[in-house]
């Protein structure tokens, strides 16, 4: 299987501060996304990050890469009481079609 | 980006029915997915929704308990049949075009008595 993991699996902290998980997954990838859910909704696309980048940033958000450690992070800054969510990251590889496996996910709850 | 409708936003159903649950997407998409999520978990793959052909089923899921359609290229449906409480869960349906960001619908919470 090549599902991501996600580091840790709840995360708390206060507003203003900021936030980073984790992902690792097994085999090779093409692409990792990350994604939000609030609680009992849909799946956000945050960040799709391509296996020939490193970083990339969206706001307060920041992705890194590392596909020799097979990992990637994700770092929220400055927290508010609206990124409380729980985050996936997700990763495809071609195999004779493409699909996307997510990882357990992250529970982050920012205290106000 | 693909905006996905899907219905029935949720629903209540009982022991040893079957229930179909819709996605239709605003544009031809190429790939379509289906995902279960069952309480506090992550999402599971269910299927790949193949245009005019059979679906492409995950380990774990099979034909007969979760058959798909997908009849056209904005079109998609997945049946839960015979239902168990086991099956409580939120269904989502995704699309993507390769190499972009995956889109979800809201999701189908179901509730089995």
């Known amino acids: 299987s090549q599902q991501g993991e996600e580091d840790p699996q709840a995360l708390s902290i206060q507003e203003g501060e900021n936030a980073t998980m984790n992902c690792s997954y097994k085999t090779s990838i093409n692409n990792l996304q990350w994604y939000r859910q609030n609680s009992g909704r849909g799946l956000v696309h945050l960040i799709l990050?391509?296996?020939?980048?490193r970083e990339k940033h969206s706001g307060r958000l920041r992705v890194t890469l590392d596909t020799s450690k097979k990992s990637s992070s994700l770092l929220i800054t400055a927290s508010r009481a609206a990124d409380t969510a729980s985050y996936f990251c997700a990763t495809d590889a071609w195999t004779s079609y493409d699909k996307v496996i997510f990882g357990p996910g992250t529970s982050l709850s920012v205290i106000p | 980006s693909a905006v996905i409708s899907q219905k029935p936003s949720r629903d209540i159903c009982q022991r040893g029915t079957s229930l179909t649950i819709q996605c239709q997407v605003d544009?031809?998409?190429?790939?379509m997915f289906w995902y279960r999520q069952q309480p506090g978990q992550s999402l599971t793959l269910i299927a790949t929704a193949n245009q005019g052909s059979e679906a492409t089923y995950e380990s774990g899921f099979v034909i007969d308990k979760f058959p798909i359609s997908r009849p056209n290229l904005t079109f998609s449906t997945l049946t839960v049949s015979n239902m168990s409480p086991e099956d409580s869960s939120i269904y989502l349906c995704?699309?993507?075009?390769?190499?972009?960001?995956?889109?979800f619908g809201d999701g189908t919470r179901l509730s089995i008595l």
């Open positions: 544009s031809q998409v190429t790939m």
């Open positions: 990050i391509r296996s020939n980048e």
């Open positions: 995704s699309v993507q075009e390769p190499n972009r960001p995956q889109h």
